[in-house]
Every structure is written in structure tokens, then in C-alpha cells.
């Protein structure tokens, strides 16, 4: 990964920006600027990445080494550190000088961001997501790289569900066995593991529960985690234990052309609002417009939900690199559900899928 390049872009953003400095706390922001995966404590470690200048990472004394095994020193980043009992906010103002405005990294901790505020009584506070989130949504080949290979790690998952589901067992017994599979599959963590059986499948939020899995329902099976290199899988499909329930069948071949109407309207250029339209046209068409109550899908990346999003409202044309999840669901409450969530890549023609299991319901 080019940490430098995109250092040197993050600069160039905030300045057309009229943003001084990008300040920057553990987390995706400082991982994707820097290669550093320093953990979020409550003493300050802090990236000072000014639109013009030189960028210096504030770290406690004890994180120094850390910080110096990461890639941090070869990129040319002064490393400041701050022993116990020194002031970390007054160091950051120190290297700062007349910043006017500032902009603090969107996961920043509130108790730092007020903190930095304090420090810096005279500079505007604003976020960092509006440079940084548009720079992560452009994913470049070594990106689109790891993303596919955390596609094919969970859906080596999804290939084993008839492992797991079974009827007589609960949602959290075959919950606890494909988050297992999901480590084993190449994640280094589980993100999350939602099991919906029958009518818990009508709830998008479900995870999990004690309720028994039983013989003639559907299941949705919504799953990701994260890989070594630090991006993210998430994949949903729906199985059924036997024989779908008949008003099941009704609305499945919907589901499953509306998400492939979606997927087949990604190309450059496109907004990504319209992908939502075409995912959502084809469920109201056929008369389940009001059961369909979530956007059409999220960006994708070192985080699970980023930009960009792909919701009504958002005219973001789509440019090759952005990866996004299209995952349209049909949920009747009370009764049951059913979402189908690939991963996509825009690329420069077109799109690239990233799941590639059977979007055909999976009889178990
Ligand atoms: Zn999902
Ligand atoms: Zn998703
Ligand atoms: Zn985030």
C-alpha cells in the first residue's frame, strides 16, 4: 500500500478544503494514512497531517516502539512522544500555530475532540470524514485485491452451511460454529454473525437468539469478518430447512431479480442513488415496496459500513474502486424474510462481484 501517496492526497484535500491540519487518532483513518494499527486507548496518540507541511504522529513514551515498528518511520513522519505526565493536547497545539480550522477523524473520542478543542481555542472544528471518506471509497488494486480475497473467505463459509443449519438447533449453537468457520476460512476476527430463523428472519437487525431451528423454514444467514490485511467480508444468503412455506415462495424470485437488476445497473458514472432505484423499482413492481425498509447497500472496506452509501438522496456518481454490498430484503413481520448481499467493485467498464455463491434459494 502507497501510505506516502496518500498521505501527500489527504493534504491536498484538506487544503482545497481551507482545512489547516487533519488530526488523526487510532483507527481505519490512521490505518488506510499510514500502516499504523495503533490501539485506542485513552492517552493520545494522534497523526498532525497538515494541508502544507510536514506530518509528525504524537504518541505516548510507552507506544514509541510501537509506533517505530509500523511503517510510521519509513514514510518520514517525525514521531513525537509524551512521557506520563506531560500535556498531549498542548504538544499538538505547539505543532499547530495558527491553524484556523482543524479537522478531527471521524471516530475521534469525544473526551480527545474536546480536549483538542480546549487546546486550540482559536481554530474551527470540523469533521475529517468528508476529505477522508471519498479518498477511502476509491479502492485501489491492492485493495480490490484484499476485498476479493475476503470475498472468497466468506463464501467458503457460506458453502459449509449445511454444516451448521439444522432443525433442533439453536440460532446461537450454529451461530457459535460459523463464527468459528469464519476464522478458519482466513478472517482474524469475526464482525458479525446474524442467523435469522423463520420469523426472525423479517427483522434486518436480528443477530442472534435461543430460538430452535425447525424443519420447513427459511433461515437468513447474514456474515463478515475482517482479514489479516484489514479489510472486511460480509456476504448474506437465505437457506431453507426443506420446503419453503408457500407465501415464501412468492417473494423469493422478486428478491432475487431486484438484486440482480441492481448489481447489472453498476457501471461509472451511474449515481449511486440509482442503484438503489433499480433494486427497489423491481420489489415495489411486484407489490412488496413497503417490505423492503432499508437502503440498498453501504461502501466497504477497513470498515464494515463506510462511503458510499447506497441510498435514495445520495447522487454520488459511482467511479471505478468504490466497492459497495447491494443487499435488497424482503421481510413480512411475523412471518419470515429473505436479503441476498454480494459485495460489488465498480471497475471501468462495469462491475465485478466479489460473492459468488448461488443467489438460488439453498434447500438444506
Ligand atoms: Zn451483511
Ligand atoms: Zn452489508
Ligand atoms: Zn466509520
Redesign the pocket.
Known amino acids: 500500500m502507497d501510505f506516502s501517496d496518500r498521505m501527500r492526497r489527504a493534504g491536498e484535500a484538506a487544503g482545497a478544503a481551507g482545512i489547516d491540519a487533519l488530526l488523526v487518532t487510532p483507527?481505519?483513518d490512521l490505518f488506510y494514512l499510514t500502516g499504523y494499527a495503533a490501539i485506542a486507548l485513552e492517552r493520545l496518540t494522534c497523526l498532525v497531517l497538515p494541508a502544507d507541511g510536514d506530518p509528525v504522529l504524537v504518541v505516548p513514551t510507552l507506544e514509541r516502539p510501537a509506533a517505530e515498528a509500523s511503517p510510521v518511520p519509513g514514510l518520514g513522519i517525525e514521531v513525537l512522544d509524551w512521557p506520563e505526565t506531560a500535556d498531549p493536547y498542548a504538544l499538538v497545539a505547539s505543532r499547530l500555530g495558527a491553524a484556523r480550522r482543524t479537522a478531527v477523524d471521524?471516530?475521534m473520542h469525544a473526551a480527545k475532540v474536546l480536549a483538542l478543542r480546549a487546546a486550540l481555542p482559536g481554530a474551527e472544528q470540523v469533521l475529517a470524514?468528508p476529505v477522508l471518506g471519498p479518498l477511502r471509497a476509491r479502492k485501489s488494486a491492492a485493495e480490490v485485491a484484499a476485498l476479493r480475497a475476503a470475498g472468497e473467505a466468506i463464501d467458503r463459509v457460506h458453502r459449509r452451511m449445511a454444516e451448521f443449519l439444522r432443525p433442533g438447533r439453536t440460532e446461537r449453537e450454529v451461530g457459535r460454529d460459523i463464527a468459528e468457520a469464519i476464522v478458519g476460512a482466513g478472517h482474524v476476527t469475526v464482525e458479525f454473525v446474524i442467523v435469522g430463523s423463520g420469523p426472525n428472519g423479517a427483522s434486518p437487525h436480528h443477530e442472534l437468539s435461543d430460538r430452535v431451528l425447525r424443519a420447513g423454514e427459511t433461515v437468513v444467514v447474514d456474515i463478515g469478518g475482517t482479514t489479516a490485511a484489514g479489510y472486511c467480508s460480509d456476504s448474506t444468503r437465505t437457506y431453507a430447512l426443506g420446503g419453503p412455506p408457500a407465501d415464501f415462495a412468492d417473494y423469493y424470485p422478486v428478491l432475487q431479480a431486484a438484486q440482480a437488476a441492481a448489481v447489472d445497473a453498476v457501471r461509472p458514472g451511474v449515481s449511486a442513488e440509482s442503484i438503489d432505484a433499480a433494486a427497489r423499482d423491481v420489489i415495489a413492481a411486484a407489490g412488496y415496496g413497503e417490505a423492503f425498509v432499508h437502503r440498498t447497500g453501504h461502501g466497504i472496506g477497513l470498515?464494515a459500513?463506510?462511503d458510499p452509501y447506497i441510498v435514495a438522496g445520495n447522487d454520488l456518481p459511482l467511479e471505478p474502486g468504490m466497492a459497495f454490498s447491494v443487499e435488497p430484503g424482503i421481510y413480512l413481520p411475523g412471518r419470515h424474510g429473505a436479503r441476498i448481499e454480494d459485495i460489488v467493485v465498480v471497475t471501468e467498464d462495469g462491475v465485478e462481484r466479489l460473492n459468488r455463491t448461488t443467489r438460488d434459494l439453498v434447500v438444506l
Open positions: 483507527g481505519p471521524d471516530h470524514g470498515e459500513h463506510e
